[in-house]
Structure formats: C-alpha cells, structure tokens
C-alpha cells in the first residue's frame, strides 16, 4: 500500500522561504511521478510542480524561479523548496504520487504566508 507523510509547513513571513518533505512508503519515489498540489480556500486544487522518473520538473508559471522541486532516492523522500514566499501562497500542500496507475495523496501540511 502506497502511503504518503508530508511534514515542513508552517507561518512564514512575506520572503521568507520553507521547504517541504513528503516521505513515501510502498513504493519507490524514483520510478514514479511525483507533485506538489495546493489548494486555498474556496479555491479548485492546482498543480504546483512535477518531477518525471527520469527528473524533468515542470512549474506553475505563479511559482516559477522560486520553487523548487526534487527528489532524494536514497530516502524515498521528495521536496520542495519554497523561497521568496508571497501571501498568495498561502494554501493546504498536497503530495502527490502516480504509481501503479494511480494517484496517491498526503494528508496535506498548511502553509500560511503573512504579509
């Protein structure tokens, strides 16, 4: 059973940055697709950044030259980086994996920016 654990949100200042982890078990994070989602209040769930199998990383134009999203193999673990944070970044984080031919979700970790 694929499970994912985020953890690394938090209350951060405008320009401040956080990253965050999202530890899977059941499966092997290199092999699969994983992304980072997020969702506002009262606001659909949006693609934030993806990393393929073989490493290529795509971005939402919003969040792009300031986040950064990787991969440890070794931990089984993913990331991803936030810096130059802004108000409007402000949302639940969903960790997402595609594996076996399915989407796999975290519980989400909070992420509030004040201005």
């Known amino acids: 059973q694929v499970q994912l654990v985020e953890s690394g949100g938090g209350l951060v200042q405008a320009g401040g940055s956080l990253r965050l982890s999202c530890v899977a078990s059941?499966?092997?994070?290199?092999?699969?697709?994983m992304g980072w989602y997020r969702q506002a209040p009262d606001k659909q769930r949006e693609l934030v950044a993806v990393?393929?199998?073989?490493?290529?990383?795509n971005y939402a134009d919003s969040v792009k030259g300031r986040f950064t999203i990787s991969r440890d193999n070794a931990k089984n673990t993913g990331y991803l980086q936030m810096n130059s944070l802004k108000p409007e970044d402000t949302a639940v984080y969903y960790c997402?994996?595609?594996?076996?031919?399915?989407?796999?979700w975290g519980q989400g970790t909070q992420v509030t920016v004040s201005s």
């Open positions: 997402n994996l595609f594996a076996y031919g399915m989407n796999y």
């Open positions: 990393i393929s199998s073989g490493g290529s990383t």
């Open positions: 059941g499966t092997t994070v290199s092999i699969n697709r």
